[in-house]
């Protein structure tokens, strides 16, 4: 009886030349060094590993008009380099490496997420276009401890986007810092209907307050609910009212249950008064005031300069709008913002005047 032979996987390696050679025996050595710092910091020895690479693969191998020749070698390459060390070094993921290293071009401007973000972090956050935004969204969920899906969220409600457009009201003669508040606020976590009240929705923010109180940003603290205060014998109520430790300053946020009014700029400056004689503590700054309506009336805020009083106004959402629509709506605001501020010649000399260029990469509406 013949003898079975053992099937043996072949030992018949494809010639590679001398450069694909050097190609890889530079990556593995960028691998290899990175592993044996895994151990204390699996992490960030991840991310820095890709980083390292995508800038090697960016300088040297597709650098100085070596483009086509580079991408037939990075294939070669990386198919030996899945054999060794995994799924990981496909070719895809070699050029999202690269795209990495493009866009955080400097290491250190983002060293200290490093630790707390994965490799899927800074893949979302590489489809951002605009640099601060990236930054804001890395910096928050490396504060906070975000998962991916966490994060994919955050930057799907804008928080970024919409804080620049409430800094658009600010001007250099406001006594709102920049940065403080959001617009539009978006409460579509607090299961209202169309027809609510105002009761209602302060109950419903009361309910999810910590959630709203992240729509802020860090610093604020919760002080009162339906904060009463005696006017010439009038009681008046204060629907909320914050204190924000970095600012050093209460913060009253008034509930409207419809559209923008010029009366309540009035009803809004009477507690900001209020608070600033009886509230205010020794050391703290002037209490500013956030008054939210369903639509924000913005020439009636222009004109009435309401940031020169201590007041933003924002809209809020109940429902959360897809985010094409949400985009396009933040758009419409923005170059509202811009004209007006144009028109009245604060746009070259204000603080903020940022580049208003953050929206995302066509592979982001995917």
Known sequence: MKKRESLKPSTTQPAYTEQENVVFSTVAKIIENRKLNAKSAVNSQIVLMFWEIGKYINSVILGA???DYGKKILST??????????????????????RFATVFADID???????????????????IKDEQARLFYAKDASQRLLG????????????????EIANTQLTKQSKIPFDTFKDPYLLDTLGLKDNFLEADLENAILDELEKFVLEFGNGFTFVARQKRIIIDGDDF????????????????????????????KGQMELYLKWLDLYEKKEGELSPIGLILCTKASRNQIELLELDKAGIVVAEYWTNLPSKRLLESKIQEILTEAKERMERRKLLPDNNSNKQINYFFDKEDDE
């Open 65 to 67: 008009g070596r483009a």
């Open 77 to 98: 390459v990386s198919t030996k380099l899945v054999a060794m060390y995994g799924n990981s070094f496909e070719e895809a993921n070699l050029y999202r490496m690269k």
């Open 109 to 127: 401007n983002i060293a200290e997420f490093v630790p707390f973000l994965s490799w899927s972090h800074f893949c979302e956050l590489m489809r």
């Open 148 to 163: 991916i899906r966490e994060l994919r969220k955050q930057i799907s409600r804008k928080p970024f986007e919409r804080q």
């Open 237 to 264: 109520k204060i629907d909320l009212l914050f204190y924000h430790r970095d600012l050093k300053r209460l913060v009253a946020i008034d509930l409207k249950a419809g559209k923008f009014k010029a009366s309540y």
